[in-house]
């Protein structure tokens, strides 16, 4: 049985350093992927990773758990001055607290590849900006792959359709930003 033993108070530090300011936005915040990394344990959910060391260990993988239950361990914290993380059947088990977890067996080169793949997974927002043509907000980014247009197309100012990068989703006007990659 896969176990992890921490300091609670470092524990309870790991969480706090992923946990939102807002409950709502914990639940929204999916999974909690719990892996090993040499000494250390790695707590990571989407787009943010933190690590604590270790105390005792034999986790040879990773567990996945709802990020939104695990927060209430920085209200509740558990007692006493190590806490043990367990995994079995399905389930993961901190001190008293048991939460439903999907479990990994990897080497740990594998899981610490796959927790750090989630900062690389981090939804930027697609700005949009004004067109010059109908001065509304509605200029979204253009994929190269995307545009689908055949080179060499003019359109106003002697550029191509090629080259733009942005297209109103109001007019269908196509313009380069400069600014933009």
């Known amino acids: ?4 033993t921490l300091r609670t108070q470092d524990f309870v530090a790991a969480l706090k350093r992923l946990a939102p300011k807002r409950i709502a936005v914990a639940t929204r915040a999916g999974e909690l992927y719990i892996g090993k990394s040499a000494a250390d344990a790695v707590f990571c959910i989407k787009g943010a990773l933190t690590r604590c060391p270790l105390v005792d260990s034999d986790w040879k993988g990773f567990a996945s ?3 939104g239950m695990a927060t209430s361990l920085i209200k ?3 007692p006493g001055e190590f806490v043990t993380l367990k995994s079995s059947d399905g389930r993961l088990r901190i001190d008293t607290l048991s939460l439903a977890a999907t479990w990994t067996d990897t080497p740990d080169w594998i899981a610490a590849m796959a927790t750090e793949a989630h900062l690389m997974d981090i939804d930027k927002p697609r700005a949009r900006c004004y067109c010059p043509a109908c001065g509304k907000r509605k ?3 253009v994929e190269a792959s995307a545009r689908g247009w055949p080179d060499g197309l003019p359109v106003a100012g002697g550029l191509t359709r090629a080259h733009a990068n942005r297209q109103c989703a109001g007019c269908a006007h196509v313009w380069c930003e400069v600014d933009s990659p």
């Open 139 to 141: 200029g979204e980014p």
């Open 1 to 4: 049985m896969p176990f992890l």
């Open 65 to 67: 758990v709802n990020f």
């Open 76 to 78: 509740a914290p558990p």
